[in-house]
């Protein structure tokens, strides 16, 4: 599944920080490469013209990522692809947000001493 939430990602697990990260690349590769397999896939949609604000949380997990101690980030994104694209973050309603956290509480509430395993550098790159 490839999916941005939509919270802060301060608020995101090791787990779904990395996730998302490896997932924002494909998207991104998807609208700016035309990588045919995920350009019709909803997420990939929602993101369409709106590549500055995609290139944005790919900054903010990048440094959520650093202040979490992982400094092996070298999947940057070409800045030069946002050009005449929207920095707005898609429409989300207020059940959307609470339902993201909630799923996210669960995950944590499942997975007790969450993270210590994700803590390696490998799993920021995306294999590109
Ligand atoms: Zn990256």
Do not use: C
Not at 39 to 44: D, G, I, V
């Amino acid at each position: 599944m490839v999916k941005i939430w939509n919270v802060p990602v301060q608020e995101l697990d090791d787990q779904h920080l990395l996730g998302e990260h490896f997932e924002l690349h494909v998207i991104w590769n998807a609208l700016v490469g035309g990588r045919a397999g995920w350009r019709r896939h909803p997420e990939t949609q929602r993101w369409q013209g709106r590549l500055a604000a995609l290139y944005a949380r790919h900054q903010a997990q990048v440094r959520e990522m650093q202040a979490r101690g992982w400094h092996g980030h070298r999947s940057e994104l070409d800045l030069s692809a946002t050009a005449n694209s929207s920095a707005e973050w898609p429409e989300v309603d207020a059940a959307t947000l609470a339902a993201e956290r909630e799923r996210l509480r669960q995950y944590r509430a499942g997975r007790p001493g969450r993270g210590a395993a994700a803590r390696s550098t490998d799993q920021t790159r995306p294999g590109a």
